[in-house]
């Protein structure tokens, strides 16, 4: 690439991979500021700087931006010649539910032939390659260099969950998205958009990304999924839901181990090659617990209906998906079932208990992670939940914990947070326990299990370390009776 006569080698917003030639785009974040490290980019060998601030650097030019993130985004898609533009792209965004109807999609479409890319929460997949990553929605810089590997490697495909964060500080800004699934809309991230006008705004972004002729796939039943159409024709809208005015709905739905259901198009409807699809109703069965899923199936069948799959070979491909770890994940069972989740605001946990009632035990127990630095408010609204839960599951234990050993700086859980939950548990009369330390919560915990009792392990990422604490632990009983322990003692069936 050549900016005004320089050869640029490179496009990056951290002066720590400045190299010889390189651009370097200075970004004010949430605790550092990139113009701080111009001087050491210089050093380095940028040989473009571009920034908010006028300034001034003998032998290095300087161009002045407005959006120094859309401008990292812009630099980045142009290094790269533009690679969604020779790739098909699906865009997830919502509160809940990205991961899993995202690893659903890229599941069904790899078992189909399909080369097939994903982006998101949990790592990059280049087919059967997986890069590993921390953010939702990476860095600008990452989703471009990733899109340009996936497109050297003749991927036709890739599906990418967009968060709220990414959309705000465009990470995905330039991106031509083929088909954009919102899932649902609740409160979330208030921490960082301040108010849910904000926040909706910000998942909005997506669909304004996507050119007349392209795909809206909204759920039907979430009240804030018009409100993302705002201002934006020319789009093929589908819809889906239990709605009855959905264009996809399903019944016949049971949901008590797996989940069968019908697919129903009521409407027809075309896909992105131009073909007709007529309305039809076709039996879907998946091994994933909870109504919640039956929206992420919904969304996921419908996606890869568009991008031209036949309804049969989805429903097979479906059927052999074993689910997406720390989301409803069952991680044991012999005598009694451990199941763990990334529980994170009040509709996640609303739709693990709801799913527990479909389930056959004799006592529950809980230990739950508080979300660390996101505020009062969120944890609040999370004991809201369990208080109420806690009575209409009649739960035997309820342990509370903190996570510190096994939390990071940005997970830390603040004393505000803390007093914000024991207060609403206290105002409920819920007998509960707290144990600073995770690994202490889980030890202490498994003596009190009985044969045919459930243990959920809940929380962000608080929580994140509890399947591995779990088993190390319920390995090490396993040898003091003298049995090796056998991971296939543990069954996933989400």
């Known amino acids: 690439m050549n900016i005004d006569g320089v050869e640029v080698q490179g496009v990056t917003s951290d002066s720590r991979k400045v190299k010889t030639g390189y651009v370097f785009v200075a970004i004010k974040g949430a605790e550092s500021d990139g113009n701080n490290y111009i001087g050491e980019a210089i050093q380095r060998g940028a040989v473009i700087i571009y920034t908010e601030h006028r300034i001034t650097a003998l032998g290095v030019m300087i161009k002045i931006c407005s959006n120094a993130r859309k401008t990292l985004a812009d630099l980045c898609n142009a290094f790269y010649d533009h690679p969604s533009e020779k790739i098909r792209v699906i865009g997830i965004t919502g509160t809940n539910g990205k991961t899993t109807t995202s690893h659903i999609i890229y599941h069904a ?265 996101r505020g009062a408010d969120i944890n609040q609204e999370n004991a809201d939940v369990l208080k109420i839960w806690y009575e209409l599951l009649g739960m035997k234990t309820l342990m509370i914990t903190s996570s510190k050993d096994k939390t990071g700086k940005l997970d830390e859980v603040q004393v505000e947070e803390i007093g914000a939950f024991f207060k609403v548990l206290s105002e409920g009369s819920v007998n509960f326990e707290y144990v600073d330390h995770l690994s202490d919560a889980i030890e202490t915990i498994i003596p009190r299990i009985e044969e045919g009792d459930l243990l959920l392990l809940l929380g962000a990422q608080g929580m994140d370390k509890g399947k591995e604490i779990f088993l190390k632990d319920i390995g090490e009983e396993y040898m003091k009776l003298g049995n090796e322990y056998k991971s296939n003692d543990c069954i996933q069936i989400n």
Do not use: W
């Open 109 to 373: 479409l790899k078992e189909s032939g399909v080369s097939v890319g994903l982006i998101g929460t949990l790592d990059i997949k280049i087919n059967n390659q997986t890069h590993f990553t921390e953010l939702t929605t990476p860095s600008a810089e990452d989703i471009y260099y990733y899109l340009n590997k996936m497109v050297q490697q003749k991927v036709q495909v890739v599906v990418m969950e967009v968060s709220s964060h990414g959309l705000k500080s465009e990470r995905v800004h330039g991106i031509k998205f083929d088909i954009a699934i919102h899932t649902n809309i609740e409160r979330d991230h208030l921490n960082y958009h301040k108010n849910m006008g904000d926040y909706i705004r910000s998942k909005k972004k997506l669909f304004d990304c996507l050119s007349p002729g392209k795909v809206a796939l909204l759920n039907l039943d979430d009240n804030h999924s018009l409100e993302l159409l705002t201002g934006n024709n020319g789009l093929i809208v589908v819809t889906y839901g239990l709605n009855v005015r959905a264009t996809v709905t399903a019944s016949s739905i049971d949901t008590e181990l797996n989940t069968t259901f019908h697919f129903c198009l009521q409407r027809g409807m075309t896909t992105l090659a131009g073909l007709e699809v007529e309305p039809f109703e076709y039996p879907f069965s998946i091994n994933l617990l909870g109504k919640h899923n039956i929206y992420n199936s919904l969304a996921a069948i419908t996606c890869c209906l568009l991008l031209d799959l036949s309804c049969e070979e989805i429903a097979k491909n479906i059927k052999s998906f074993t689910g997406v770890t720390r989301r409803l994940e069952v991680i044991y069972k012999k005598g009694y079932t451990v199941i763990d989740d990334f529980s994170h605001n009040p509709a996640s946990y609303g739709a693990v208990f709801e799913s527990m009632q479909n389930l056959e035990y004799k006592n529950l127990h809980v230990i739950n992670a508080i979300r660390g630095s």
